[in-house]
């Protein structure tokens, strides 16, 4: 069985009611939880730069009792700052890293899979959506057979040499604890004299720390190739709120991708899915 960690904050009410009743249809055969983290203190940096108008607390906590009443395996949690120190010593050899200089999650992310039942874990950001053709079923075999310690499901706009992504990987816990703490990387020494006098982070985002961890070795890392699906990232919260976005997903799901959009990137272009490009 597979827990499923996600972290939502204040932008996040109307991606969580698209994308995680999507993730039930597309993991549901081996899906145990999906455990919500939920961060009432807003993004910072290019993070709040990007989204810029925030939701109501009210209609994210709303969407989260929406759908943990659709299906009992939706757990939301209340991020606990109180666990930061604690859960900072397991993962980082120093430091208490809440977020990144760029305000991308580093503590809700590690937060998010300490509350994992399950050891077999996949930490998806909550605007990333799936087609599965296989690769579900290789994931959780090599995660059994501990020939890695992070694997990422196949993406589009497949790249030879990939650094991680951490909008979406899969981990043996029992295995990936035993390489645990890892180094919490800062900037160099001005640009945190920087980020010191702007009162802002210099630790740098959790996938550039892991990302330097397996070009040292102490990470074996794997992703996934085209022939076993797709991920497809959504990045905006405008997008979410079109009406057309629900057919979108079902349509990605069930492996129905213009090529345009294959062959471009691996965010979600609204251009590419007119009727005209399937």
């Not at 760029?102 to 509350?115: C, M, N, S």
């Not at 690769?135 to 890695?148: T, V």
């Not at 996938?207 to 794997?222: A, P, T």
Request: charged content about 30%; proline content about 5%; overall charge positive.
């Amino acid at each position: 069985m597979l827990s499923i960690v996600t972290n939502v904050s204040l932008y996040d009410s109307s991606r969580i009611k698209t994308v995680l009743p999507h993730w039930l249809r597309v993991f549901d055969k081996v899906l145990y939880e999906v455990v919500v983290i939920f961060d009432e203190i807003l993004p910072t940096g290019r993070i709040a730069e990007l989204h810029k108008r925030p939701d109501k607390k009210k209609d994210v906590l709303n969407s989260l009792e929406y759908l943990s009443k659709m299906d009992s395996r939706i757990k939301p949690i209340s991020l606990d700052y109180s666990k930061l120190k604690d859960i900072s010593k397991k993962w980082f050899q120093s430091g208490n890293p809440i977020r990144s200089q760029g305000g991308t999650p580093i503590f809700p992310f590690v937060f998010a899979i300490e509350l994992a039942e399950k050891n077999f874990i996949l930490k998806i950001d909550c605007d990333v959506v799936f087609y599965n053709n296989g690769f579900l079923d290789k994931a959780l075999i090599l995660l059994k057979e501990n020939n890695f310690d992070l694997i990422e499901p196949p993406r589009l706009f497949y790249s030879e040499r990939p650094t991680i992504s951490t909008r979406a990987f899969f981990i043996n816990y029992n295995i990936l604890s035993e390489k645990l703490p890892l180094k919490a990387y800062k900037t160099d020494f001005i640009k945190q004299i920087y980020r010191l006098l702007k009162r802002r982070p210099a630790y740098l985002a959790f996938e550039e720390i892991l990302q330097k961890e397996i070009l040292k070795g102490k990470i074996k890392y794997l992703l996934l190739n085209e022939p076993l699906g797709f991920s497809m990232h959504i990045p905006r919260k405008d997008q979410f709120e079109k009406e057309n976005i629900g057919e979108i997903v079902l349509l990605f799901e069930s492996g129905k991708i213009p090529d345009k959009q294959k062959k471009s990137s691996w965010d979600y272009c609204e251009e590419h899915w007119l009727k005209s490009n399937f």
